[in-house]
């Protein structure tokens, strides 16, 4: 923890650019050895120049110490570029973080077959269900969804990767703790509660547009592949597409329709030569190879059975057993799924009042209800409210039901 805190000193030093931090580093081989050396050490570092090196002067850790108690406090994780479990393939870009904040279980990106699937905020109905259809088959087959968080096509993608019942991760432009945009609540715990919310800002920064530039180099470094689903002529997943075949990674992009302004940069993009895909095994077929025991052509080749609310409206409804014995452990359940289903009736409630309800907390009972949801025990209605689909029976102090008063 002690070491920790050179780490983020360095890391927030106002005025001193990302590069320059990792000259230093490679020139000293650790903050704390940075931290204690003298003007003139510092002044050959390759590159640096006296105003930046003035800026090392400062060695107030107070920041550094509150940081630390903050992410202590909400249960952060605080990952170095010089720990085990950072990505290695994150290591190898050019301008990697120096630091990682991560929220949930952080995955061994090294081992997973990790697709970052990007796309426009701006999205039309044909994107919201084309990086759903992805992010659930992509899930399904074995790979791990990667995104951004952002409304649009990435919260599309991620709710796809959930309702396939896989782990997913998010990069965000903004501090763990912040929630932008506001509407994404509830994804950032579902993302959270299945696994993890990354981010090289410490918490409490506001977003900024300047933050999500940046942040697309992680999104892109993270993976061996990333999918454009829709992006019009100029878009942010078209910055992080040329990142990452600038990181030497493979991209890959949804065609859409001919006159449809938020396809063109997609179109465009496959025009001058980008792979072509429409469905998720045409990627994932790349990487059998690599990832063997991972990948499964019939997961990939599953159709969500929930594409958005809309969606949900006009489908028939699964079939489910309008009865589910408890007492027979007809469906294995958590603990915290029982309680929820005890919890709730056949009118929706909102989602607060199910944690007070059952004193279950938020990551859990988002966590619990997300499984519930992937097997028909629950329906999700507007406004983020969940209703109980069965009938339970087999409850501790029930009668046994058969046929007779």
Known sequence: MSALK????LTELRGLRNQTRLALLRHFGSPEDIFYADEGEILLTEGITRDQASLLKDHSLDGADQILAEC???GYQILTLHDAAYPGRLENIYDPPCVLYVRGQMPAFDEECAVAVVGTRDCTPYGVSVAEKFGYGLAAGGALVVSGLARGIDSAALRGALRAGRRTAAVLGNG???VYPKENRY?????????????????????????????????????????????PERSGALITANTALEQGRDVYAVPGPIDA??????????????????????????????????????????????????????????????????????????????????????????????????????????????????DSLVTQHPGKRYARAVTLSGLPGEPEQNGKE
């Open 6 to 9: 050179y780490w983020l000193w």
């Open 72 to 74: 202590q406090r909400l």
């Open 176 to 178: 763990l703790d912040v």
């Open 187 to 231: 994804l950032y715990e579902d993302v959270a509660a299945a696994g993890a919310l990354i981010s090289e800002y410490p918490p409490g920064t506001e977003p900024s547009r300047g933050h999500f530039p940046v942040r697309n180099r992680i999104l892109s470094g993270l993976c061996a592949a990333t999918l454009v689903v829709e992006a």
């Open 261 to 374: 302004p938020a396809s063109r940069g997609c179109n465009q993009f496959i025009r001058e030569g980008g792979v072509l895909v429409t469905e998720p095994w045409d990627i994932l077929e790349e990487y059998v190879g690599r990832f063997p025991d991972k990948l499964r052509q019939e997961g990939a080749r599953k159709k969500p059975e929930v594409l958005g609310y809309q969606a949900r409206q006009k489908e028939e409804p699964r079939a489910v057993p309008p009865t589910l014995d408890l007492a027979k452990g007809e469906v294995e359940l958590t603990d915290d799924q029982i309680t929820l289903l005890r919890a709730m009736g056949e009118e929706p409630a909102l989602v607060d009042d199910l944690i007070e309800a059952t004193g279950i907390p938020t990551r859990r009972v988002l966590s619990a209800l997300t499984m519930l949801e992937i």
